[in-house]
């Protein structure tokens, strides 16, 4: 229930109806149709569940469904046409399924997802014990995506006369309550919860309708739409719903012609209302309309995903500008209101610093810093931690000393939640309109939740931002000290005679500091391989006749200094004595990844003519060691040029 594509799916089979099995005459006279044109001895309509797909029509078959573990149509929910599977047998996604290793064994599978407003709850499907390389050919597959629409149309049919009947239901319930004719309209008017209205089509010189002109409603009707009976008589449809769309009149031609009920998911922004409608004829001219209203339905759907997008997206800030920024849009647009903006609150609790927030096209900016006092007497309540609720600005008496210039802005109506850390409040999150507004007890918890979400947001970006100073001060320290050895070697082999052992010494100091700087770069939590063999390789000055290549490696702490310090050893000796130490040579640097093990080569080519060492010094332990002291290394020592060849695992690599 965790995965949102599971959950709309769950939630679409509830709205639809299809909680339980119910037999369909028309699916069956379907999945017959399917099974004749595919030549496939067995055909369903299948319903998938949370745990367990069902069969609302089937062909071929007694069994009632199946299990998810082997339900080969669950691989169908999310493809864009159609699903076909040659042979089941071969295919990584349905070789273990019990219906393939027992059982019928079957081997071809097609199917087509079934989608309500969008979402996939089922196939219609075909299956046959044979494997088909050949698949279906086009005549088969067009009939199945017909076949297949035909099938959402029984479900949308079977979803509308059920509200349907529940409404006649209702209705015949009224007029058993009541005696005569107009008691028994008049107490069915007003005894239905869900809004309802009788409507006839205005139709054009061509005979399509153009409009429509509702004649009567009952109380819940004008409750929902806020007007009063003499204003829906004196206007048109179009002219009550701005926000009604063109297609409407379209569906209420065809709903006239054909007698097929219709139904719509409907906002109209000048209500700030979600509705659910249906329609259906009453004659050739005239038809029913039933509303319901789902504001709050929609407003907890839209609040928790929001807050679900919000904790993804945190996870990636790392600038406190942008967690506010996110958080800000997410709010504005999900509670719809004027403007919407996170600040920090100073020790005082009389300002607060506004980060860049979110407003509609010519919404006022609030961004910057603001004295809490320019919104009203709320410094008491804020200082407590306790949200600032106000409907009006004109008639709450902690605004009404500051209602002038608050309209001004403009702002009527507003909504303060503070956040407090240990012991004070540290951070507020605001959201406005310009007009008067009831806020709803849910949309408060909505956002202290977000202010909460974004108060941790900020403490952690705060917290990587002092851990980056911390190391950046731990890195120039360190440096301190290494240029303080080197000082302290200098000093003590200050009257050796041979200066060798003494210059390899702080080149091997200055290695390791190369690679600090890398790992500095990266916090601490590793080095990329690319950028730490560059930067190594780089004191050499030899960079045109130096070739890198291989893949974004990731390196930890320890294979990065260790990385360096054998860098360091193969490009001394090169230059010294190697491909390097003439105008001519050259040198490859290759690593490549296979089955999680890395293998890193160096060669050089076109310097002086090389043998083998007399002895073996530091550098050489060094590199039998390898990259990670596990030994895997080989050194060449070819005439035509040093070769050596190590390797690792990947996980022994990015080990901190």
């Avoid at 995965?3 to 005459?25: H, K, N, S, V």
């Avoid at 931690?385 to 605004?399: K, L, M, P």
Wanted: with cysteine.
């Amino acid at each position: 229930m965790d995965d949102p594509a599971t959950a709309e799916r769950l939630a679409a089979i509830r709205d639809y109806r299809l909680i339980q099995p119910t037999g369909d005459a028309a699916q069956d006279d379907l999945v017959r149709l399917a099974a004749q044109i595919c030549a496939a001895p067995v055909a369903l309509v299948t319903v998938i569940e949370a745990d367990w797909q069902w069969f609302s029509a089937r062909v071929g078959t007694d069994a009632p469904g199946t299990s998810l573990d082997d339900a080969i149509c669950v691989h169908a929910l999310h493809a864009d046409d159609m699903l076909v599977v040659p042979d089941l047998s071969l295919d990584p996604r349905t070789r273990d399924s019990g219906i393939v290793t027992a059982g019928p064994m079957v081997r071809f599978y097609a199917g087509v997802p079934l989608r309500l407003n969008g979402v996939a709850i089922g196939t219609l499907c075909v299956l046959d014990i044979a494997p088909r390389p050949e698949g279906l050919n086009d005549l088969q597959r067009e009939m199945m995506r017909s076949l297949a629409r035909q099938v959402v149309t029984t479900l949308e049919m079977r979803r509308l006369l059920a509200e349907r009947d529940a409404t006649l239901a209702r209705i015949t319930a009224a007029e058993t309550a009541l005696s005569g004719n107009e008691q028994r309209w008049q107490g069915l008017f007003e005894n239905l919860g869900d809004g309802f209205a009788l409507g006839e089509a205005l139709r054009g010189k061509d005979g399509r309708v153009v409009d429509w002109q509702f004649f009567d409603a009952n109380p819940a009707w004008y409750a929902l739409w806020g007007i009063d009976r003499a204003t829906m008589l004196a206007k048109t449809g179009r002219v009550l719903d701005l926000a009604a769309p063109a297609r409407w009149a379209d569906d209420l031609h065809g709903l006239l012609r054909d007698g097929t009920p219709v139904g719509f998911v409907h906002h109209i922004p000048a209500l700030r209302r979600w509705f659910r409608g249906h329609c259906f004829r009453i004659d050739d001219e005239r038809f029913g309309a039933i509303l319901q209203d789902i504001t709050d339905e929609r407003s907890a759907e839209g609040r928790q995903s929001a807050l679900i997008q919000l904790g993804d997206v945190l996870r990636d800030c790392h600038d406190a500008a942008a967690v506010a920024q996110v958080a800000s849009t997410l709010v504005g647009e999900t509670l719809d209101v004027a403007g919407a903006g996170f600040g920090r609150i100073d020790a005082t609790t009389t300002q607060i610093e506004i980060e860049p927030d979110w407003t509609r096209i010519g919404g006022p900016m609030l961004a910057g810093r603001r004295t809490l006092a320019d919104f009203g007497a709320l410094h008491g309540a804020i200082e407590r931690g306790e949200a600032v609720v106000v409907r009006d600005v004109q008639t709450d008496s902690r605004t009404l000393g500051r209602a002038d210039a608050l309209l001004a802005m403009p702002i009527g109506a507003f909504v303060i939640v503070p956040v407090r850390r240990d012991g004070r409040t540290v951070s507020a999150f605001l959201v406005h309109d310009p007009a008067p507004r009831r806020w709803r007890p849910e949309e408060i918890v909505f956002l202290r939740k977000v202010a909460d979400r974004v108060e941790v947001g900020m403490a952690q970006v705060e917290s990587e931002a002092r851990q980056s100073i911390l190391i950046q001060e731990l890195a120039h320290r360190l440096k301190n000290t290494l240029s303080m050895v080197q000082a302290i070697a200098s000093q003590t082999l200050r009257g050796a005679v041979d200066r060798e052992p003494l210059a390899a010494f702080e080149r091997r100091l200055q290695a390791l500091g190369v690679a600090h700087d890398v790992l500095v770069d990266r916090n601490w939590v590793g080095a990329d391989m690319r950028a730490t063999i560059g930067q190594v390789l780089a004191v050499f000055g030899c960079d045109d006749r130096i070739a890198l290549s291989g893949p974004d490696v990731a390196l930890g702490a320890r294979a990065a200094l260790s990385l360096a310090l054998i860098l360091h050893e193969l490009g001394t000796n090169a230059v010294k004595y190697g491909a390097l130490s003439n105008g001519t040579g050259q040198v490859s640097v290759d690593w490549s990844v296979t089955d999680g093990v890395l293998r890193f080569n160096w060669c050089e080519s076109g310097g002086p003519p090389v043998w083998a060492p007399s002895r073996r010094g530091f550098g050489s332990k060094l590199l039998r060691l390898g990259l990670t002291g596990n030994g895997d290394s080989e050194t060449c020592f070819d005439p035509a040029g040093v070769a050596v060849t190590m390797r690792a695992a990947l996980p022994d690599l990015t080990a901190s």
